[in-house]
């Protein structure tokens, strides 16, 4: 359950009420406190956030000579692709869309969902892939609405190679490994341009529109489990395996446009959206050469069946293996076991070489990388992910899946592998190993030895804060995009041999206005122990004292608390969080604190929330609370929540559980009771629930109601397709009858979350409103 502003995790204990023993005063402040002139409401949603026109989509060209990127020279939405030449230091424009390119008005319905699920807010291009082949020409392909671009670089003019109709928009193109052909999905059926003969194969046939799709990635597989695509190229570019989407047996959700000035089919969607408990989508795995052909249907059926724990519920993930050896991973329905399954391409027989299984879950991941040359005494093998020890550790298994030993250990986490060099035995990845708070890149030696300790990996970023890297294709050099809560985001090019900086390719100016004018100051990070004695930690915005005077302020609680996601951290977007900045700005304390649940911390801490939403979580903000309090920095009484999904969901249930501690709560399409929620992602942390009623019923919000005395304002878009306005009306239908107030702003036409900028202002005035009154 991504979300788009936080995300999600739950707890909840015991109720504590603390009176504080000093003087409470009142620091709403006169003549400034409502000064609009320094930080106008607007700030809050203008995009990009501060410091965040850095270059992105960054890659390497084949040869290692450009690298290459989406850029804003006008620091907004809108982006073309530029490269920067390591040769001559100097950057140029290479390709600008001939019609303006992408904008939330000129694509399908279908890429819209898309948008929302990958949380896309880009315009102009959004994406493009280098074209990889024997030929010395650079080439990029540029998908647009429009169609299907390819740009030779110092070529004025790109060519339109594909033209795409508006009322058949091709879905998801990806040029195969050779770069002489591309896939895309049209029409719910996959199809094949081939460069050179310039002919289009189609090559699945017996689409029946969004009932049974060919080579499209289901709405689970997008939203929950971060698969976003249905088809993948074989590494040697001869086939392609697909899914096959079958939703008929799914009863579909019907969202009503209840804000269009029509009515009918234009004003209505309706979802294959599969409730927790119910039966999910059938999903196939097919084979078919990239010539067209028969299609070898593997042996294997996911999903489509009410098992309480089919071992094989979930197509996780697929991977192509050197030899045209097909891997796929499938994981139960209770989330205990994952398999990888191996499959004979021409006659879809299977072979399982490994199984993962975990008593709390097994989290999805990237990391399993095919070996083709040969490592140890073993070749055709693999590097495998497992948190077996809690911590996620890379791991070296043979062909058949028999694991040699481990490649990394140690109460840390491995988070991505950024490359593999199988010649000279080294393995590069992304890693908590300095602290959860930050992201580095490391290596390592790739092949255990047994008979010695392991080396420690070899820190190659230097900086506080966090790294994301991308490594050239010789293992020479990378590229390093770094930011702190000091340091804006910057794009340099580093030595892979020791990490040193070759050269800057992108840095902020040395003061950036906006950061100036607003005074975004970083907020302080602070650890504080659980109920249980656990640390946490934790983001404090204080006023301005010699503005607003000394503390205890009003306080606002700015939460997530959901699993899969880290809200402080030694990162630059927690210092342009421009709603905490503006409220900060306002005489208002806000306070960040990433509960027992969130992610980055193993699997013990995460896995400390399973059955438990809405309990251990919500203790641990209440927790944080009463640490604040009993700083000096918050006074009882007057402490709000804030949150968004996950956090709208905690907001509210956190404000009825702890009555006596918060004053109000602002609660952002939250979901209200998990019922109403979709499987992969409530089935994991809650269970079935036919098994886990009591649970359900607990951390379901209108359990609570009558517990409620704060103010309460629901925030939610009538269209949302992830979180169901029905969740917000159920609430409502509580609060009624419970007797008790609440405030409501809808957004008739918005989803997950409003995205109109007259919508997003009106809103954030609207949130403003709610909390200078209600705090």
């Given at each position: 359950m991504q979300f788009v502003e936080d995300k999600e995790n739950k707890k909840l204990k015991r109720l504590r009420s603390f009176e504080n023993d000093m003087p409470?005063?009142?620091?709403?402040?006169?003549?400034?406190?409502?000064?609009?002139?320094?930080?106008?409401?607007?700030?809050?949603?203008?995009?990009?956030?501060?410091?965040?026109?850095?270059?992105?989509?960054?890659?390497?060209?084949?040869?290692?000579?450009?690298?290459?990127?989406?850029?804003?020279?006008?620091?907004?939405?809108?982006?073309?692709?530029?490269?920067?030449?390591?040769?001559?230091?100097?950057?140029?424009?290479?390709?600008?869309?001939?019609?303006?390119?992408?904008?939330?008005?000129?694509?399908s319905p279908e890429e819209k969902l898309r948008r929302e699920r990958s949380r896309e807010r880009g315009l102009g291009v959004t994406r493009y892939e280098w074209v990889k082949t024997s030929s010395k020409k650079k080439t990029i392909m540029v998908p647009l609405p429009t169609g299907i671009y390819f740009q030779e670089l110092h070529s004025s003019k790109p060519e339109l190679i594909l033209p795409i109709s508006p009322s058949s928009p091709i879905i998801d193109p990806h040029l195969s490994p050779d770069g002489t052909m591309l896939a895309y999905v049209e029409d719910s059926e996959l199809h094949v341009l081939n460069f050179f003969s310039d002919e289009i194969k189609q090559l699945t046939f017996g689409a029946n529109g969004n009932i049974l799709t060919h080579g499209l990635a289901e709405y689970i597989a997008q939203e929950e489990m971060d698969r976003k695509n249905g088809y993948w190229w074989s590494l040697d570019s001869k086939f392609i395996a697909f899914t096959e989407v079958d939703s008929s047996e799914i009863p579909l959700f019907r969202i009503m446009h209840q804000g269009k000035n029509s009515v009918g089919l234009e004003a209505q969607e309706d979802h294959a959206y599969p409730f927790a408990g119910a039966s999910n989508v059938k999903v196939r795995l097919g084979?078919?050469?990239?010539?067209?052909?028969?299609?070898?249907?593997?042996?294997?059926?996911?999903?489509?069946?009410?098992?309480?724990?089919?071992?094989?519920?979930?197509?996780?993930?697929?991977?192509?293996?050197?030899?045209?050896?097909?891997?796929?991973?499938l994981l139960n329905r209770s989330h205990s076991k994952l398999k990888i399954v191996k499959f004979d391409i021409k006659t879809g027989q299977r072979k399982v070489i490994m199984v993962e299984e975990q008593e709390t879950w097994v989290n999805l991941h990237d990391c399993f990388t095919p070996l083709d040359k040969g490592v140890a005494k073993h070749s055709g093998g693999f590097i495998w992910a497992s948190e077996k020890t809690g911590f996620r550790h890379l791991y070296l298994h043979d062909a058949n899946g028999t694991c040699l030993g481990p490649i990394t250990e140690g109460e840390w986490m491995v988070e991505q592998i950024a490359g593999v060099n199988e010649a000279s035995g080294l393995i590069y990845f992304t890693a908590t190993?300095?602290?959860?708070?930050?992201?580095?890149?490391?290596?390592?030696?790739?092949?255990?030895?047994?008979?010695?300790?392991?080396?420690?990996?070899?820190?190659?970023?230097?900086?506080?804060?966090?790294h994301a890297v991308i490594l050239d294709h010789h293992m020479q050099s990378f590229i390093d995009i770094h930011d702190s809560l000091d340091v804006p985001p910057r794009v340099l090019l580093c030595s892979l041999n020791h990490g040193s900086i070759i050269?800057?390719?992108?840095?902020?100016p040395g003061t950036i206005p906006r950061i100036k004018k607003l005074q975004l100051d970083p907020p302080q990070i602070v650890q504080v122990q659980a109920n249980d004695g656990t640390i946490l930690y934790g983001a404090l915005y204080k006023p301005n004292a010699a503005?607003?005077?000394?503390?205890?302020?009003?306080?606002?609680?700015?939460?997530?608390?959901?699993?899969s996601v880290q809200c402080v951290s030694d990162s630059w977007i927690n210092t342009v969080d421009m709603r905490a900045q503006y409220l900060r700005s306002k005489g208002i304390l806000v306070w960040k604190l990433d509960n027992r649940g969130s992610a980055r911390r193993g699997l013990k801490f995460e896995g400390?929330?399973?059955?438990?939403?809405?309990?251990?979580?919500?203790?641990?903000?209440?927790?944080?609370?009463?640490?604040?309090?009993?700083?000096?920095?918050?006074?009882?009484?007057?402490?709000?929540?804030?949150?968004?999904?996950?956090?709208?969901?905690?907001?509210?249930?956190?404000?009825a559980r702890f009555p006596d501690v918060f004053r109000c709560a602002v609660a952002g399409a939250p979901v209200t009771s998990w019922d109403g929620y979709d499987t992969f992602y409530t089935e994991k942390y809650m269970g079935l629930p036919s098994q886990n009623p009591t649970g359900y019923e607990h951390s379901s919000v209108m359990h609570h109601v009558h517990?409620?005395?704060?103010?309460?304002?629901?925030?939610?878009?009538?269209?949302?397709?992830?979180?169901?306005?029905?969740?917000?009306?159920?609430?409502?239908?509580?609060?009624?009858?419970?007797?008790?107030?609440?405030?409501?702003?809808?957004?008739?036409?918005?989803?997950?979350?409003?995205?109109?900028?007259?919508?997003?202002?009106?809103?954030?005035?609207?949130?403003?409103?709610?909390?200078?009154?209600?705090?």
């Open positions: 409470v005063t009142d620091n709403t402040t006169p003549h400034h406190f409502d000064d609009c002139s320094l930080f106008p409401i607007e700030e809050i949603i203008q995009t990009p956030l501060p410091g965040y026109s850095a270059p992105t989509s960054i890659s390497f060209s084949p040869d290692d000579t450009l690298v290459t990127y989406l850029f804003s020279p006008d620091q907004n939405l809108s982006r073309k692709v530029f490269a920067f030449d390591l040769k001559t230091n100097k950057q140029e424009l290479i390709f600008s869309p001939p019609d303006g390119g992408l904008d939330e008005s000129n694509i084979v078919v050469s990239v010539t067209g052909g028969p299609i070898t249907w593997l042996d294997l059926v996911c999903g489509g069946t009410k098992e309480p724990d089919n071992e094989e519920e979930y197509l996780a993930r697929v991977n192509w293996m050197h030899g045209d050896i097909l891997v796929a991973q190993l300095d602290g959860p708070l930050e992201s580095n890149l490391y290596c390592t030696k790739l092949c255990p030895d047994s008979s010695q300790t392991l080396l420690g990996p070899v820190r190659l970023t230097h900086g506080k804060g966090k050269m800057p390719l992108y840095e902020q503005k607003f005077g000394p503390p205890p302020y009003k306080t606002l609680v700015s939460v997530y608390g959901g699993p400390a929330l399973k059955y438990k939403s809405g309990s251990i979580d919500a203790d641990d903000q209440l927790s944080g609370a009463e640490w604040l309090i009993k700083q000096g920095l918050a006074k009882h009484g007057h402490i709000g929540l804030y949150g968004w999904s996950y956090g709208g969901y905690m907001s509210a249930i956190t404000l517990k409620l005395k704060g103010k309460l304002l629901l925030v939610h878009g009538m269209i949302d397709e992830n979180v169901h306005f029905r969740h917000t009306a159920r609430l409502v239908n509580a609060l009624g009858a419970a007797g008790k107030p609440y405030e409501l702003l809808i957004f008739p036409d918005e989803r997950h979350m409003p995205r109109r900028h007259s919508d997003r202002v009106y809103m954030e005035e609207r949130i403003w409103e709610f909390i200078e009154r209600s705090l």
